[in-house]
Antibody, heavy 119, light 110 residues
């Protein structure tokens, strides 16, 4: 059974870079056929798609975040990562990783990790 | 302001049938398939409907999805207290070139 687990810093200072990793177990990122996505949810608000990456390393980002987002994949560690630069309080959210079968068919999801942007 | 419009809230009594709508446009719902997610308090969203009307294994058949034109709906029949949750629709938008979510609907079982 495929499982995803987010990890990374829970507190980031304004203007700095948010870094998260999603570890995948019970299956291989390199198996193909799926992309790997990041989604976030500000406290008390709705869901926002951030972007996805293929096992090849090819990535596609939300146009609204594209200038600040970089995703990468590490096949040897069976994990993929998110970096978001120049963060502000508006980037405070629970960040989820998920496997994407096709255009937002997310299953399964990680449990999520809260990242707070504050000095 | 989301590209996809959902009612902020819905409610029903146990055993009732409730419908949650998701209104979009020709560049999203009118062209691509809709997914629905259930989010229980304090937990990650869970896929409940994909390809407009398909249920993953394990999702009760009380839940059904449908689509007509630029609108989609999630229907829940035989409402149960455990169905109380937030529900989100999601679809790819060809104009925005990205995935969009509805604003979410909070379902209350009275």
């Amino acid at each position: 059974q495929l499982q995803l687990q987010e990890s990374g810093s829970g507190l980031v200072k304004p203007s700095q870079t948010l870094s998260l990793t999603c570890g995948v177990s019970g299956g291989s990122i390199a198996s193909g056929g799926y992309s790997w996505s990041w989604i976030r949810q500000p406290p008390g608000k709705g869901l926002e798609w951030i972007g996805y990456i293929w096992h090849s390393g090819s990535a596609f980002y939300s146009p609204s975040l594209e200038s600040r987002v970089t995703m990468s994949v590490d096949i040897s560690k069976n994990q993929f990562s998110l970096k978001l630069t120049s963060v502000t309080a508006a980037d405070t959210a629970v960040y989820y990783c998920a496997r994407d079968t096709y255009q937002g068919w997310f299953d399964p999801w990680g449990q999520g990790t809260l990242v707070t942007v504050s000095s | 302001q989301s590209v996809l419009t959902q009612p902020p809230s819905a409610s029903g009594t146990p055993g009732q049938r409730v419908t949650i709508s998701c209104s979009g446009s020709s560049s999203n719902i009118g062209t691509n398939t809709v997914k629905w997610y259930q989010q229980l308090p304090g937990t990650a969203p869970k896929l409940f409907i994909y390809r407009d009307d398909q249920r993953p294994s394990g999702v009760p058949d009380r839940f059904s999805g449908s689509k007509s034109g630029t609108s989609a709906s999630l229907a829940i029949s035989g409402l149960q207290s455990e169905d109380e949750a937030d529900y989100y629709c999601a679809v790819w938008d060809d104009s925005l070139n990205g995935l969009v979510f509805g604003g979410g609907t909070k379902l209350t079982v009275l």
